[in-house]
């Protein structure tokens, strides 16, 4: 019995200085320590020994299973000494390393457009409207005088959910809901930017889903110079302070007069480009008086209210402005694209940068 107690001894000692891994130690503690190990067996080959052996090999087994637990202890504590070192070595910081540059996101170039324009009638005192994208017949069409079977719907291509529901094919139906919902029947003047849908082949120049911003003033006394001035300080803050502007005659069923705005070329000053195709002229938006039709429909007194309206699509003044050829580039998301555009307005949003 004791020469095995020797052997044990000597056997755990040269395997506890070999042993690197706390995991390693722990599987060989249960070798030696464990219900079953080898120190219990020792305990079970008591019983066949003598009451007078038993009593002289249990103290000694006590004080070996002592010295063993103890060796455990021992090398456990220097183990995770050491792990715990490694593991402060291993996540020491250097403090030398580059960083790691995160792409960060800038504003949409569409919706950069739609805010500097928000801005700009903001500080003229309009308010922003919003209307829905799924829109009632009887406000993108009805109410602006385009009643059914009107020959000028066909213009506009729709997307027609039911007889009476479609995506709204302009945002001007947003000028019918906030005249409708004016209780008192008084004073407007806000812009509304929003999604219009059209049922269009895409390509360059057309979507099926695209972006309009709608503008409406009501108010006694309003007369075409009103509409006239308003959009000359639009076109100077889009397109230079020496730009002028010029009204065509045109048509839309929602005002009478209706006008075609262009502005100067902004490339060449006027003298004739490609850009303005040699016009010296850009067509950016259309407008007119509000018709009286739309007035009345929309519960106003045509013999009290005047009013002006005009529509424009920011994609056409962001493509002109920074010579975007393709309007599909606004919508395939190509950070190639975009990270240009954040350059061209001086990279602002790009916070890496
Ligand atoms: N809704 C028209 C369109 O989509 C644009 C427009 C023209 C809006 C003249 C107006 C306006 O308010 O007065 O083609």
Request: a negative charge; hydrophobic letters at 35%; glycine letters at 8%.
């Amino acid at each position: 019995m004791k020469e095995k107690i020797t052997n044990i001894k000597q056997d755990l000692e040269s395997k506890l200085t070999d042993i690197t891994k706390l995991s390693e130690l722990m599987d060989l503690k249960i070798i030696y320590l464990g219900k079953k190990g080898l120190i219990a067996e020792l305990m079970t080959a008591l019983s066949t020994l003598s009451t007078e052996e038993k009593r002289e090999y249990g103290s000694i087994i006590n004080q070996f299973k002592a010295q063993v637990t103890a060796l455990f202890e021992d090398k456990i504590s220097e183990l995770k000494g050491k792990e715990e070192e490694e593991k402060i070595k291993k996540e020491t910081i250097d403090v030398t390393m580059p960083g790691v540059e995160f792409q960060v996101g800038g504003i949409h170039p569409l919706n950069k457009i739609i805010d500097e324009i928000e801005e700009l009638f903001i500080s003229m005192g309009y308010d922003i409207a919003s209307g829905p994208e799924i829109e009632l017949d009887l406000y993108n069409f009805e109410k602006l005088n385009l009643p059914k079977g009107h020959p000028a719907r066909d213009a506009q291509d729709s997307f027609y959910i039911t007889d009476e529901v479609l995506l709204r094919t302009q945002t001007s139906p947003v000028q019918a809901r906030v005249m409708d919902a004016n209780q008192e029947k008084g004073p407007i003047r806000i812009i509304c930017p929003g999604k219009v849908y059209r049922r269009d082949d895409d390509d360059a120049t057309h979507s099926h889903q695209f972006t309009q911003i709608e503008g409406l003033v009501i108010d006694e006394g309003i007369n075409i110079s009103h509409l006239k001035g308003t959009l000359e300080v639009f076109a100077k803050k889009m397109f230079g302070e020496e730009r002028e502007i010029r009204f065509r005659p045109s048509f839309f069923p929602f005002t009478e007069p209706s006008l075609e705005v262009d502005v100067s070329c902004f490339k060449c000053g006027g003298k004739g480009c490609p850009l303005c195709k040699n016009t010296g002229w850009i067509e950016i938006l259309g407008s007119g008086m509000v018709h009286p039709n739309v007035l009345t429909n929309c519960g106003y007194d045509p013999e009290k209210y005047t009013g002006f309206a005009f529509g424009m699509g920011p994609e056409r003044i962001a493509m002109l402005k920074y010579g975007i050829s393709d309007i599909r580039q606004f919508y395939t998301n190509d950070m190639r694209f975009l990270n240009d555009f954040n350059r061209i307005d001086g990279g602002d949003n790009n916070e890496s940068k």
